[in-house]
Antibody, heavy 125, light 109 residues
Framework: EVQLVESGGGLVKPGGSLRLSCAAS????????MTWVRQAPGKGLEWVGR??????????DYATPVKGRFTISRDDSKNTLYLQMNSLKTEDTAVYYC????????????????WGKGTTVTVSS | QSALTQPRSVSGSPGQSVTISCTGT?????????VSWYQQHPGKAPKLMIY???KRPSGVPDRFSGSKSGNTASLTISGLQAEDEADYYC?????????FGGGTKLTVL
């Protein structure tokens, strides 16, 4: 069974840091391009960023609001995706979803049909 | 990087059809035929309903259809059912990022 399980969420003060993890199983993780999407309370979905597979360069792309503060990385030996969040702001409060596509071409065009249940990050003093 | 524009809410009675619009620019929706739609029930993760503007993943009922004209994509749900009540989001390829729409709440009356 294809599965993504996020962890690492919690309460953090503004200016603080947090690292989220996403454990993948049931598919060939090292070939997958992985994406983080977030959803603030009562708000819509927001694309955060993605990381390509190492064979496709392993490069990352980020949304403007998080560029320079968030870093996406992966450990293919552990089938795990990470989101390092620094200089957190109150507006970063959200449920963070780990997601990917089930087909190669889904990666290219941001089609996400595999989702985790999400982990909640609250930034508050 | 700007979000796509969707109506905040739409509604329809069981058996009727509703259409949700998604307006972007020539840099996203209008520039590519790579629009997707997601359904999200409260407290749940999103579910991919449409990709490549009008294709349905396996298991998605054919009551769901997509189209695009210029900078606006549309999701039509025909034969509305109670379980279709949910939030719907569009998303478009835009090069190195993927803007979502603000979301539309569908109410089945």
């Amino acid at each position: 069974e294809v599965q993504l399980v996020e962890s690492g969420g919690g309460l953090v003060k503004p200016g603080g840091s947090l690292r989220l993890s996403c454990a993948a199983s049931g598919f060939t993780f090292n070939n997958a391009w992985m994406t983080w999407v977030r959803q603030a309370p009562g708000k819509g979905l927001e694309w955060v960023g993605r990381i390509k597979s190492k064979t496709d360069g392993g490069t990352t792309d980020y949304a403007t609001p998080v560029k320079g503060r968030f870093t996406i990385s992966r450990d293919d030996s552990k089938n795990t995706l990470y989101l390092q969040m620094n200089s957190l702001k109150t507006e970063d409060t959200a449920v963070y979803y780990c997601t990917t596509g089930s087909e190669l071409r889904f990666y290219y065009f941001y089609y996400m049909d595999v989702w985790g249940k999400g982990t909640t990050v609250t930034v508050s003093s | 990087q700007s979000a796509l524009t969707q109506p905040r809410s739409v509604s329809g009675s069981p058996g009727q059809s509703v259409t949700i619009s998604c307006t972007g620019t020539s840099s996203d929706v209008g520039g590519y035929n790579y629009v997707s739609w997601y359904q999200q029930h409260p407290g749940k993760a999103p579910k991919l309903m449409i990709y490549d503007v009008s294709k349905r993943p396996s298991g998605v009922p054919d009551r769901f259809s997509g189209s695009k004209s210029g900078n606006t994509a549309s999701l039509t749900i025909s034969g509305l059912q109670a379980e279709d009540e949910a939030d719907y989001y569009c998303c478009s390829y835009a090069g190195n990022y993927a803007p979502f729409g603000g979301g539309t709440k569908l109410t089945v009356l």
